[in-house]
């Protein structure tokens, strides 16, 4: 099950809406769901929420220490209260992905993503869960830093904002070790087609009515 769910992002109301930051519009909205605050605490350098649900005790975490140094504020709060890396979910942006959808893993490579090869390095271990919203890709390799730097256009942050509300529908999967019915939840992305309109009944022919004689000209 899933003790501590971790949003990744960068501090500071220049960065807030940015692509970078949709770990912590997760978290932001997970945290109202609960009905909890996220208030700084320096012993792990982040913004942390503490919730009871069902008599377990669930954290929620937002590193304040940029992204690239992610890892400190999730290993210090992981150690101290010995949550295993098993435990821990981590939600990011993903550039493989496109806005409105998201994945679910376990475990696998950082994939270039300074936040995660953080988390690797200080937890030394791949095994944690992680939420991967999609925010595009810029389409070339050298552009993708000021991508996940610069705000999505309005379609695309709605599209993200609307895949956010979605998967939280899977946080109490989550918190119960559901992991298979959380990753339905939460691939399941696409709502069906709507029907085809069916065709309006047939009347019977009517008819034609003749038509009216043009008036004779003067």
């Given at each position: ?186 691939h399941t992305s696409k709502p069906p087609r709507p ?24």
């Amino acid at each position: 099950m899933i003790k501590l769910f971790v949003g990744l992002g960068n501090p500071g109301t220049e960065y807030e809406a940015t692509r970078h930051n949709a770990g912590f519009w997760w978290i932001d909205e997970l945290a109202r769901t609960l009905k909890v605050s996220l208030t700084p605490d320096k012993a792990y350098q982040a913004k942390v929420a503490r919730a009871n649900v069902n008599g377990q005790t669930i954290w929620l975490l937002e590193p304040q220490t940029f992204m690239n140094l992610s890892g400190r504020s999730v290993s210090a709060l992981a150690r101290f209260y010995k949550i295993q890396p098993e435990e821990i979910l981590v939600v990011h942006d993903e550039l493989d992905v496109v806005p409105g959808e998201a994945k679910l893993k376990l475990g696998g490579s950082h994939a270039g993503h300074n936040g995660l090869r953080d988390i690797h390095a200080q937890l030394g271990s791949d095994r944690y869960w992680r939420l991967r919203l999609g925010i595009g890709h810029p389409g070339v390799k050298s552009e993708v830093v000021n991508w996940v730097l610069k705000k999505p256009a309005p379609e695309q942050r709605e599209a993200i904002e609307t895949c956010i509300e979605r998967t939280l529908k899977a946080a109490p999967a989550l918190m119960e070790g559901q992991m298979e019915k959380a990753t339905l939840l939460i691939h399941t992305s696409k709502p069906p087609r709507p029907k085809p309109p069916k065709p309006a009944p047939k009347t019977p022919d009517t008819p034609a009515t003749p038509a009216t004689p043009a008036d004779p000209q003067a």
